[in-house]
């Protein structure tokens, strides 16, 4: 039993803390896991991504081998497809449809998504609205995290519990407001 | 024994912690940076031991080469380049008689992710004759840190942990074990640590004579890990480091892999690589950074009747960072089906200074400033500021090492560069500038010395900085530079037309100039905002 999980998005989108709250719910449901990240220049406004590994045996390469991925996280369309090759043939995409346009020559966003529909299963989440929604535009990463969740072979209520311990210190407000955008992104996917 | 979530790099600062740590000292450099964070956070929580960012890594040696002389345990952390401004105190030390436990932790970077080159530390630890493990994983980074200590202490030199940046960036879990006390206080003896001739000579003959134990120590290394399968004699393969782990990952189990031996330590095992070599007809060799195992084995003249594959004969990449899918390649393995799109829609995303920041306006107002200038050359530095390099600002010529703007503007200026200026940030300048400024004081060189004081080491993660704001300035006057040529502006977009008039003043000034252009890092502003407001 394993999962490889791509998780995309660009520098300061939030996919670390995504990563923080699966890291700790697979430890909590008793799964070894390791996750390669991104720190330095990168972080910049780049593109950004992190290799997830869970696994109930042990776990060899930080980086997943193309071909092997089961699933795609992006909070962004267009680096949702920057990782494709990692999928195997029957993988997944949860997406944003919302561009994060920080450079000039970004495709036109109808291109984006119709390149992203063509693979076979793909999940598109309008985040931004969602995470309004919710309470805060801020929150499309506990939106995607949401839409993805019934994908994931850790339990809703692990990722529950470390969305709580991830906004703890920024009060009761901040924690709720999350986890409704984890809650409207997991109906928006269903 | 209990478990934690730890990036790597964290795992080395626990191992170190746990084997009783009296004091670390790092200067920030992805990938390393992660190291003193954890030992900054760990430090204030229990009392007991030091964490300090010191000015440069070369500072930050020599202050554990201090601990280590009164009998403590200490560790010093750095990127790869690091080592390089570090070199002088690390390759000296390996002759001085090391009394508690020295460990030097070197994070490589190879692919350069954020980096200006990918050498490989393990040389340097040849280059010192010491001793160097290279852990594969979390478990094996906290634990080799653990023994790192100990194998320092009992041959009296210093001991490399190498690690590079897929494991300093990957999180995962390990158990810890005992917490170990420091040491007590016991000073070492002048003369092992008086590197005067008579002592050196002396010492480096010790070195070169403990080599052999060593090699010993590695051949009976419980990291070093020999497996041979009889029942295939025609593939065996070295494995380092976490070349290792992409090795195991394309076998689905242990049985199916071929004879391999994983080497973990330095110098190399070599009973241990005889009895691979000798087992089998060809040998891959899996190594991430140089070719130095598959160098050593292969020597002038290759190994008779055998065949030797690695990155030497295009197996494996030569340059760039291994995969599992290179290994994969190199192991005769089918590649994994996987999906495709047209990737013509997938337009680069490079890294970008931030909305807001203030390198921003700052080079704005120098790219304004320099137009009516053909020949003018702007030397660039080491951080967020050398991503303006790209577009849309595209306003520096190079970028090479810490410090590195200040002396390349010297240089060209007195060749006849006009204008020659330098860009260089507040920490950057600490770690590396004031030295090269005191040299164009000195011939009052007609260059501009622009110091962009963000108050902050920002691109590895908000560090903080040795001197910035007024202290700055002081330090400049000091060097000499005459203070009606130390101007400071104040990079906002409403000060533009200002600025451009300060910066074209200093450049027409036929000598030196330090213009200070001063505001705080974006990301950190934003940060005290956040606090406020809680």
């Known amino acids: 039993m394993k999962q490889d999980i791509i998780l995309a ?9 995504i990563a923080f709250v699966i890291d700790n719910a697979a430890l909590k449901d008793g799964l070894n896991f390791k996750q390669a990240e991104v720190h ?145 992104g997991k109906e928006a996917a269903s | 024994m209990t478990r934690e979530i730890l990036l790597g790099d964290e795992a080395v600062a626990l191992g170190a912690i746990h ?147 897929r494991l300093s960036h990957s999180r995962s879990r390990i158990e810890t074990r005992e917490i170990k006390k420091e040491n007590p206080i016991c000073y070492g003896q002048g003369q092992d640590w008086t590197l005067l001739p008579m002592n050196a000579c002396r010492r480096f003959a010790h070195l070169v004579d403990a080599q052999p134990e060593f090699i010993g120590l590695s051949n009976e290394s419980p990291f070093n890990l020999l497996d041979l399968k009889d029942y295939d004699k025609s593939l065996g393969i070295i494995a380092s480091g976490i070349g290792y782990n992409y090795v195991m990952e394309n076998y689905s189990n242990q049985e199916n892999c071929p004879s391999l031996l994983k080497v973990s330590t330095y110098p190399l095992p070599e009973a241990l690589i005889a ?50 899918d290179a290994v994969r390649e190199a192991l005769g393995i089918k590649p994994r089906e996987h999906l495709r799109i047209d990737s013509s829609i997938l337009a680069s995303r490079p890294p970008q200074l931030c909305q807001g920041c203030p390198h921003g306006d700052t080079f704005n107002a120098l790219n304004q400033t320099l137009e009516p200038y053909s020949q003018a050359s702007v030397f660039s530095d ?65 260059m501009t010395v622009v110091i962009v004081d963000n108050a902050l080491v920002a691109m590895t993660g908000g560090q903080p900085t040795f001197a910035t704001g007024e202290k700055l300035v002081q330090i400049i006057k000091g060097v000499g530079v005459p203070e009606e040529h130390i101007r400071v502006i104040v990079p906002l977009p409403k000060n533009l037309e200002k600025n451009i008039q300060v910066m074209k003043e200093e450049i027409e000034h036929n000598g030196l100039s330090v213009i200070i252009s001063l505001r705080e890092c974006i990301q950190k502003a934003k940060k005290k905002i956040k606090k406020g407001a809680k």
């Open chain 2, 382 to 446: 080491i951080g967020c500021y050398t991503l303006g390099a790209l577009p849309p600002y595209k306003a520096v010529d190079s970028c090479v090492c810490m410090g590195a703007s200040v002396s390349m503007a010297k240089g060209g200026a007195e060749v006849g560069v006009f204008p020659s200026v330098a860009v260089i940030g507040d920490s950057t300048f600490a770690h590396s500038g004031i030295t090269p400024l005191l040299d164009a004081v000195a011939s009052n060189t007609n």
């Open chain 2, 19 to 165: 084997a009783g740590l009296s004091a670390g000292y790092s200067y920030p450099g992805t990938p390393a940076s992660e190291i003193m964070e954890y030992m900054i956070r760990a430090s204030n929580k229990e009392a007991g031991f030091k964490a300090t960012w010191c000015v440069n890594e070369k500072v930050a040696y020599e202050e554990a080469l201090g601990v280590s002389f009164a009998g403590k345990r200490t560790l010093v952390s750095m990127k790869h380049v690091g080592l390089n401004v570090a070199a002088d105190p690390f390759m000296n030390s390996a002759i001085t008689r090391i009394n508690g436990g020295l460990v030097v932790v070197v994070a490589d970077d190879p692919g350069m992710h954020s980096s200006q080159n990918e050498q490989d530390s393990r040389y340097y630890a040849h280059f010192a004759h010491v001793f160097c493990f290279e852990p594969s994983n979390h478990q094996e980074a906290y634990d080799m840190t653990r023994s790192a200590f100990d194998v320092s202490e009992r041959f009296n030199i210093p001991v490399m942990v190498r690690m590079v940046t």
């Open chain 2, 275 to 324: 009895k691979l070599v000798n087992h089998v007809e060809t040998v891959l060799v899996v190594e991430e950074g140089y070719p130095l195992i598959e160098q050593t084995i292969k020597g002038l003249f290759g190994i008779p009747e055998k065949k030797l594959h690695g990155k030497l004969t295009g197996h494996l990449p030569r340059t760039g960072e291994l995969s599992p």
């Open chain 1, 40 to 184: 330095g220049m990168a972080q910049r406004g780049g593109a950004v991504q992190s290799h997830l590994r869970l696994s109930k045996s042990h776990i060899f390469s930080d980086l997943i081998p193309k071909g092997e991925a089961e699933l795609i996280i992006s909070v962004e369309p267009l680096e949702s497809l920057r990782y494709v090759e990692y999928l195997n043939p029957d993988g997944c995409i949860v997406t944003s449809t919302n561009p994060f346009c920080n450079i000039p020559d970004y495709p036109p966003i109808e291109d984006v998504l119709v390149e992203i529909r063509s693979v076979k299963k793909a999940v598109l989440i309008d985040s931004e609205k969602l995470a309004k929604e919710a309470g805060s535009s801020r929150a499309q990463n506990m939106v995607i995290l949401g839409a993805a969740s019934k994908y994931l072979m850790v339990g809703e209520e692990s990722l529950m519990e470390f969305i709580k311990v991830l906004f703890k210190s920024r009060g009761e407000n901040i924690v709720n407001m999350n986890l409704r955008a984890f809650q409207l």
């Open chain 1, 9 to 17: 998005g660009v520098g300061g989108q939030g996919i670390l803390s």
